[in-house]
């Protein structure tokens, strides 16, 4: 029996198609106040996928959030064809709600053969096997990050350091993040589909290494955070219902303006996929919650 949460990701997956440009995406059960960005940017790369005319890899996703979404209205999905050949293709994905603009989506697509190969090197972390679930890890902190005990998780999440509120609580810093992810459920034999539950999962983490940094979390501190823009670029074929590793950090904060950056590796080591994403993250120090 899969898990429930992760029966909804795949709900919010499967688009409707409306005509050969335009499909409708729903929200799931348990939403942020603001549509979450991963969920979008998944839903974006599922619309432009299914539009393709030849059969091609995902070469990189470009998003820019303009504006927060309504978890109670679906999602216009408006697909332009920019660019069709047996190699080379590119989709633009503009999200729309009520008329409103909310994020545009750049996509590119390639199946360019063999060539050079190398990468940076997977760090050395526990097996997932060997690591707690994060409900273990959210015990006693229900109270300070409920936005997190309560959020959807199809995802399947294995910390290989603390996460930041268990950090914050030991009074620790930590420059990078790095957790094991597979969905909570076995995955159609759909790559885009593997390709979009990393998408969604993309937008999780990131940002986190820009506070612990500073020896701050989410609950404890008083911080706002927004992302402005996120960028995948993809590497090598993804099985998502695998083990793989995110791995992220944050090179540079200033102007009330974060960088997270990230790879996610498979379980044998090889580099999947490249993030990066710029937010903006304010912190008010003085005004930690009780």
Request: proline share 7%.
């Amino acid at each position: 029996m899969t898990h429930p949460d992760f029966e909804e990701l795949l709900a919010v997956l499967d688009l409707n198609r409306v005509d050969d440009e335009l499909f409708i995406g729903a929200h799931p059960s348990k939403n942020p106040v603001r549509t979450f960005g991963g969920q979008m940017i998944a839903q974006a790369f599922v619309a432009g996928g299914r539009t393709l005319e030849h059969k091609l890899s995902p070469s990189a996703l470009n998003a820019h959030f303009i504006a927060g979404g309504d978890p109670e209205k679906d999602l216009e999905f408006h697909v332009v064809r920019l660019r069709d050949e047996r190699r080379f293709a590119n989709r633009r994905v503009d999200v729309m709600q009520d008329g409103n603009l909310l994020t545009t989506v750049m996509l590119s697509y390639m199946n360019a053969g063999r060539g050079l190969e190398h990468s940076v090197p997977a760090p050395e972390v526990p097996h997932p096997d060997t690591l707690p679930k994060i409900d273990e890890l959210l015990k006693g902190y229900e109270k300070t990050v409920p936005l997190f005990v309560e959020a959807l998780r199809p995802i399947e999440w294995r910390y290989t350091n603390d996460p930041a509120w268990v950090m914050r609580d030991k009074g620790g810093k930590l420059d990078h993040n790095r957790v094991w992810l597979k969905t909570e459920g076995p995955m159609p034999d759909d790559p885009v589909l593997h390709g979009a539950a990393l998408v969604y999962s993309s937008d999780t983490t990131v940002l986190d290494s820009i506070i612990t940094t500073h020896g701050l979390s989410w609950g404890f501190d008083r911080i706002f955070a927004v992302t402005m823009n996120h960028s995948v670029w993809f590497h090598r074929p993804i099985k998502f219902d695998e083990w793989v590793l995110y791995s992220t950090t944050s090179p540079v904060a200033a102007e009330s303006r974060g960088l997270g950056t990230g790879h996610f590796f498979d379980a044998s080591g090889q580099l999947l996929a490249t993030v990066v994403q710029e937010g903006i993250v304010k912190y008010f120090p003085g005004a930690a919650k009780p």
